[in-house]
C-alpha cells in the first residue's frame, strides 16, 4: 500500500512510472519504449512465457491474458480476455494484469479451468494452450452458461492449428459442472480489486519518455489536459490500439508520441436518454454492444461479428470510425442511422454528420488540434427497422468485402417512405448511397425494379477488384444485400447462412429483369 499512499500527494500532478497489478503483485515500472507490447515485456522483461506470439496482430488468440480495469461507467473493475501482443505497455497503467501463470493457487494447485484442459485433453501441441486457457477463463467467471454457441463466441479469437477444437470445446463444457459459488471471483482478496479502484481515482497524468528514441506517451486524466496537448504538438491520438498496434507490430512503425485517452473519465462514458445514445471516445465497443444491443438488434450481430472478445474489449468505437477505414463495419452502419460526431478543438465544439465526416481516402474531416470526442446515434423511430449485413470470406472476426446497412420504414399501403443506405467496402470511404435511396422513396416492396436499383447503386459507386473480392461482386452483393433487407422487412426472410441459395435466386432474378428491359 506504500505505492499507492505515495500517489496521493496533492501537488503532483504528472508521474514518468507505469503502476500496474501482475498476477496480484504491485509492478512500478521505470520509463520504457512507448511502444513496448505488453506480451513483449512480460516475455523479455518478466520471463512469463506462457503468453505466447502467435501474429502479432491480434487475430490468433496465442497472447490472450485477462486484464482487469476500473470501468468508469459501473464504478466497478471489468475483467476482460484481451490481446496483448498490440497493447503498449502504458495503456495498461492503473490495471491488473493476470497471466496463466497467475491462475494456479500459491500451493500450485492448478485452477479448475486449467484442470479441465488437462482432464479433457485439449492441449494437444500446447502453443495455444494459454490463450484458450485465458479466454474460458475470462468467460467462466462470468458465470456464464457455456452451451455451444456461447463457446464458439468466446473462442472466436482463439486459433488452434492442430485443428482439434473438440476437446477445447469439452474442456469447456466441463467446467459447466463446478459449482457457481466455487467460482474465482477474478480477485485474490480484496485488497486487488481496492487498488485498482484507487489508482483510477488518482488525478495523476502518466507521461513516459524514453531518451533512446526521444517518444512520448502521454495519459491524461482530464479533458482539459487532452485539449492542451493537443493545441501545442501533434500526437498520435490512441484509444484501443488495434488498429495502431499493428503498425508497430506489423509495418515497424516508429511513433514518436501517442495521446492515450483510455485513462479519461470525461470520454469513458456512454449516456442514454429518450432521443439517442451518446458514445464517449474511449467506450469499446464491448461496451457499447452491451448497453445498446437491446435496442439495435443489428448492430448487436454486427459487433459479434466483426470482431472478437478480445478486440471488442480493447478497441473503441469512435477509435473505429475515426480511422477513416473504407472498410470499417460501423461507420456505414452509423451513417444509415443518422449518426453525428461531437469535435473537439481546445473546448470548442463542432458537430457534424458522420457522413460527411469521410472525405477521401485517409483524410477526415478534422481541423488542426481537434479530435472526435463522441458519437451520437439517434433511437430508432416506431416505424424504423434497421438492418446491416456484412459479407466476408470467414464468419467471425474478418474484414468486410462489403458491408450494408439499411434503415427503413414503409408505409400503409407497403411503400418504402423512408430509406437511408449506406455500404462499406465499395469506395474509398464508408458512403451514403444517396441516388439509391432516392430512387427507393415511394417504391413497392412487393416488386422492387432491381434493375434501376442496380443501375442506381451503379452511380452512387465505383468499387475496386482486390484480394477481398471483384468489383463485379461488390456491385452484384450490393444489390443482393438490398434485396436480403427488403424481403426482411415484406416478411419473408431469407436465412443468413443460406448464402449461396440467396445469391442464386437474387442474381437470376436480376438477369431476367434486366433481360425484359
Not at 488540434?369 to 463522441?374: D, L
Not at 436499383?453 to 451503379?458: G, H, L, Q, V, Y
Amino acid at each position: 500500500m506504500s505505492v499507492l499512499t505515495s500517489f496521493r500527494k496533492k501537488f503532483i500532478e504528472m508521474r514518468e512510472d507505469i503502476i500496474l497489478m501482475l498476477n496480484g503483485e504491485i509492478e512500478r515500472i521505470p520509463p520504457v519504449k512507448s511502444d513496448l507490447t505488453l506480451m513483449n515485456w512480460l516475455r523479455n522483461n518478466k520471463n512469463l512465457t506462457g503468453t505466447k506470439e502467435g501474429c502479432a496482430e491480434g487475430d490468433c488468440g496465442a497472447c490472450t491474458l485477462v486484464i482487469g480495469r476500473y470501468d468508469y461507467s459501473s464504478k466497478a473493475v471489468a475483467w476482460r480476455a484481451v490481446n496483448s501482443c498490440i497493447l503498449f505497455l502504458p495503456m495498461l497503467d492503473g490495471c491488473s494484469v493476470r497471466t496463466v501463470e497467475g491462475l494456479a493457487s500459491n500451493t500450485g494447485e492448478l485452477h479448475p479451468v486449467q484442470t479441465a484442459f488437462v482432464e479433457n485433453h485439449a492441449s494437444q501441441c500446447g502453443f495455444c494452450t494459454p490463450g484458450f486457457v485465458m479466454s474460458l477463463y475470462a468467460g467462466w467467471c462470468k458465470n456464464r452458461n457455456l452451451d455451444n454457441a456461447a463457446i464458439d463466441d468466446l473462442f472466436a479469437g482463439n486459433l488452434c492449428r492442430c485443428t482439434g477444437y473438440r476437446p477445447i470445446k469439452q474442456a469447456a463444457f466441463h467446467t459447466n459442472d463446478i459449482p457457481v459459488k466455487e467460482r474465482d471471483t477474478l480477485f485474490r482478496d480484496e485488497e486487488e480489486k481496492f487498488i485498482i479502484e484507487n489508482l483510477a481515482r488518482e488525478d495523476l497524468s502518466l507521461q513516459v519518455k524514453h531518451l533512446d528514441r526521444q517518444i512520448r506517451f502521454d495519459a491524461p486524466r482530464r479533458l482539459q489536459n487532452v485539449q492542451e496537448i493537443l493545441h501545442t504538438h501533434t500526437p498520435l491520438i490512441l484509444s484501443g490500439g488495434t488498429d495502431i498496434g499493428l503498425w508497430v507490430t506489423k509495418k515497424h512503425m516508429e511513433l514518436d508520441h501517442f495521446l492515450y485517452l483510455g485513462n479519461v473519465e470525461a470520454l469513458n462514458q456512454l449516456d442514454e436518454d429518450d432521443e439517442g445514445f451518446v458514445i464517449g471516445a474511449a467506450i469499446t465497443h464491448e461496451g457499447a454492444m452491451q448497453k445498446m444491443g437491446a435496442h439495435f438488434e443489428a448492430l448487436q450481430e454486427l459487433w459479434r461479428r466483426f470482431g472478437s472478445e478480445q478486440v471488442r474489449a480493447s478497441g473503441t468505437v469512435v477509435g473505429n470510425i475515426a480511422n477513416g477505414s473504407p472498410i470499417a463495419d460501423i461507420s456505414p452502419a452509423f451513417i444509415a442511422l443518422g449518426a453525428s460526431l461531437t469535435l473537439n478543438a481546445r473546448g470548442k465544439i463542432r458537430v457534424v454528420p458522420i457522413g460527411s465526416f469521410f472525405i477521401a481516402y485517409g483524410e477526415q474531416d478534422l481541423k488542426e488540434g481537434e479530435f472526435v470526442q463522441s458519437v451520437y446515434i439517434p433511437k430508432l423511430k416506431d416505424n424504423e427497422v434497421f438492418q446491416s449485413f456484412k459479407i466476408s470470406r470467414r464468419f467471425d472476426q474478418d474484414i468486410s468485402a462489403v458491408m450494408g446497412a439499411f434503415l427503413v420504414s414503409v408505409d400503409n399501403d407497403g411503400n418504402l417512405q423512408k430509406a437511408e443506405i449506406a455500404y462499406g467496402g465499395m469506395a474509398a470511404i464508408p458512403k451514403a448511397a444517396s441516388t439509391l435511396s432516392k430512387f427507393l422513396m415511394g417504391q413497392d416492396i412487393e416488386n422492387l425494379p432491381l434493375a434501376e436499383c442496380r443501375k442506381a447503386i451503379e452511380a452512387d459507386f465505383q468499387p475496386i477488384s482486390d484480394v477481398r473480392a471483384s468489383r463485379e461482386y461488390r456491385y452484384d452483393m450490393a444489390l443482393n444485400l438490398l434485396v436480403k433487407a427488403i424481403n426482411n422487412l415484406a416478411g419473408k426472410p431469407i436465412s443468413y447462412l443460406a448464402g449461396a441459395d440467396i445469391q442464386q435466386v437474387i442474381s437470376t432474378s436480376f438477369v431476367a429483369e434486366h433481360k425484359n428491359g
